[in-house]
């Protein structure tokens, strides 16, 4: 199976529908419900994903045998730290060695950023998310910052 993993504007069709999926998923598990289309365009609304792109940031569309399969970000949160942001697999994508090589891409994008070290929050339900965190070198670190979704938090040196 053949993953690629490029740079692609946030509002490219793919990376919009993916950006969907993705809150679609982590805001259904929060509420134990489906998220609702007016929720999820809610969501999306103001969340800061225009700085996912050089020299503040960058958002990278995985694609398994071309298909859209997932995404993630890195936004720079000053001279030195890249925090990773939106890092998501479609279930169906799940299970084919993706999330690691994705990771991979998005540091090697932060230390083209200039980031020596990459930091990330979320939630404690998000198990699978801390595993994959945790398996590819990050370890939990004080909170750098603050907010409702915000139960973890977790760093790594590039």
């Not at 504007?9 to 990376?15: K, L, S, Y």
């Not at 890249?82 to 230390?111: M, Q, Y």
């Not at 200039?114 to 909170?143: C, K, Q």
Request: glycine share 10%; proline share 6%; hydrophobic share 35%.
């Amino acid at each position: 199976m053949t993953w690629t993993f490029l740079p692609e504007h946030v509002d490219t069709p793919d990376a919009t529908a993916l950006r969907r999926d993705y809150y679609d998923e982590v805001a259904s598990r929060y509420w134990k419900r489906p998220a609702t289309e007016a929720e999820i365009d809610e969501g999306l609304t103001n969340d800061g994903v225009e700085l996912l792109t050089p020299p503040t940031g960058q958002f990278l569309v995985a694609r398994l045998q071309g298909r859209p399969a997932g995404c993630g970000g890195v936004l720079m949160l000053d001279g030195e730290r890249a925090e990773l942001t939106r890092v998501f697999l479609r279930p169906a994508f799940r299970g084919h060695g993706g999330a690691g090589i994705l990771l991979d891409g998005l540091e090697s994008e932060a230390r083209k950023l200039g980031a020596r070290r990459m930091v990330l929050n979320t939630r404690l339900d998000l198990i699978e998310a801390r595993t994959l965190y945790t398996r590819h070198g990050y370890a939990e670190i004080p909170a750098y910052c603050e907010g409702p979704y915000m139960e973890i938090w977790y760093g790594k040196e590039l």
